[in-house]
């Protein structure tokens, strides 16, 4: 049992039941305002058309290129579909270097190309002509299936001089200025896009695709009816459509000051896209272990952790000098630790912060403060999955999640189910799946799709 101190410390991450029904009222409300063209423009969740509509159907063949673009990572793949539900994967992860993530777009895009030149070379395919899906994990205004503007930047990027522009264009004209491979920018997609694909091509019934790893957001599969934003020729066309909620938005419009704490307020204005975001900086591995990091700090300020540790000074003057110091992984590893040994716990306390001997009860109040700040971000994400399988008129809706929080957290997947048992309307049937590399297959799949319907 943790003492009363710590639980009075976390009580504002703690949800009360009230408070979860207005979030899911007011997260409902959001889409359908998003959805609206009357109200688009004031909705914080901007729920855009993408054009994908056809998911795969398994029979899919080809070799395509990915790209993918939008986590820590930038990766380069070549993907191979072999029909009967199958695909492999042969793929090259590079660094995108700190100052490309906020020098000019121009210089990010060129990189991106020599990138994917390098990988061409190297898999001896310069001679091939090469179909690429280029999964680019931002919020964009989907023009078509190969035009998108990118709306804003979010995740630590800020290149000056891409916001507002097509950046399927951006990438083709990098290619171009190379000239040293041809290759062809036939889709552009949001990782969530990519993660619905990739389940779907496994399971024909997965509707929502959702992302909880650097960032955080949702996709899912509506009628064209209901999405205003869909020129009159696609609507004629389609029936249903998938929809980039871009819910990581959601509270940018103050529908989520009743339950922010100091703490969000204090990642926010450090962040370099302030006030922008708030439910992301709420739910995602970006940002959930700076939350720790600033509530352990004031745990050990007021004296309600570490009470007796020597060390107790320089473990203040480390968390306050270093931002980011707790990594999110940390809180994983946190959480997966067994009563009383916490072999986890102590390791990272001693590397991070050079205490040796931390108690048991420190042990336990360390991990009841990284559950709480899981269990909120897990119960914010599990009303919005939810919001969108009660929207969804199919009974039985599949969901394919990836990111690196849900994949690595022991307990994110239970946490969810646990919310969304009490949130999704009786009479629906859900499931989760882990998507198997939604970037990367997702994106050759809309590409194969997108090949197949011309
Ligand atoms: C972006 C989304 C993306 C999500 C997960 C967010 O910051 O706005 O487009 O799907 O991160 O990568």
């Not at 992860?93 to 030149?117: N, Q, R, S, T, W």
């Not at 419009?253 to 703490?263: A, I, K, M, N």
Request: charged share 25%.
């Amino acid at each position: 049992m943790v003492d009363v101190e710590i639980r009075e410390l976390m009580q504002p991450f703690v949800l009360s039941d009230y408070q979860v029904q207005e979030v899911y009222s007011r997260f409902c409300l959001e889409i359908e305002k998003g959805l609206r063209r009357n109200t688009h423009e004031q909705a914080s969740t901007k729920c855009f058309p993408t054009y994908v509509q056809d998911l795969p159907t398994g029979d899919e063949m080809g070799k395509y290129l990915a790209l993918d673009l939008g986590g820590t990572n930038f990766r380069v793949l070549l993907v191979t579909l072999k029909g009967h539900h199958e695909a492999t994967v042969e793929s090259q992860i590079y660094a995108v270097p700190k100052d490309l993530m906020v020098g000019p777009g121009v210089e990010l895009f060129d990189h991106i190309a020599e990138c994917l030149a390098k990988f061409v070379a190297k898999h001896d395919m310069h001679n091939a002509f090469l179909p690429l899906g280029f999964t680019f994990s931002f919020p964009c205004i989907q023009l078509g299936l190969r035009e998108a503007k990118l709306t804003r930047w979010t995740k630590g990027f800020k290149c000056p001089g891409v916001e507002g522009e097509d950046v399927g264009l951006m990438l083709h004209d990098a290619i171009q200025r190379r000239g040293d491979a041809e290759i062809a920018v036939v889709a552009l997609l949001n990782d969530t896009t990519g993660t619905l694909m990739s389940c779907a091509h496994r399971n024909p019934d997965c509707r929502v695709g959702v992302i909880v790893g650097t960032g955080c957001n949702a996709c899912y599969v509506e009628h064209v009816d209901n999405v205003d934003l869909l020129d009159t020729d696609f609507k004629r066309a389609q029936k249903q459509v998938i929809v980039n909620v871009e819910w990581g938005a959601f509270g940018d419009h103050g529908q989520l000051e009743f339950v922010r704490t100091d703490y969000d307020r204090e990642v926010d204005r450090k962040s370099i896209n302030r006030s922008e975001q708030l439910f992301e900086k709420m739910t995602s591995g970006m940002y959930l272990g700076e939350l720790v990091r600033l509530v352990l700090l004031r745990a050990l300020e007021r004296n309600k952790i570490f009470k007796l540790n020597t060390k107790r000074a320089a473990f203040v003057a480390v968390l306050q000098k270093n931002v980011d110091i707790f990594e999110t992984k940390y809180i994983s590893e946190v959480e997966a630790d067994s009563f009383p040994e916490f072999p986890n716990t102590r390791r990272i306390v001693r590397q991070l912060f050079g205490v040796e001997k931390a108690t048991v009860e420190d042990c336990q109040k360390l991990k009841y403060i990284c559950e709480c700040v899981t269990r909120r971000a897990a119960t914010f994400v599990a009303i919005g999955i939810s919001g969108l399988i009660n929207k969804i008129i199919d009974r039985r809706v599949v969901v394919g999640i990836d990111g690196s929080v849900y994949r690595y957290h022991p307990k994110f997947d239970g946490y969810i189910r646990e919310m969304m048992q009490k949130l999704v309307k009786p009479g629906k049937e859900f499931d989760i799946m882990l998507s198997e590399d939604g970037s990367g297959r997702g994106a050759a799949l809309v590409a194969a799709v997108a090949s197949k319907t011309k």
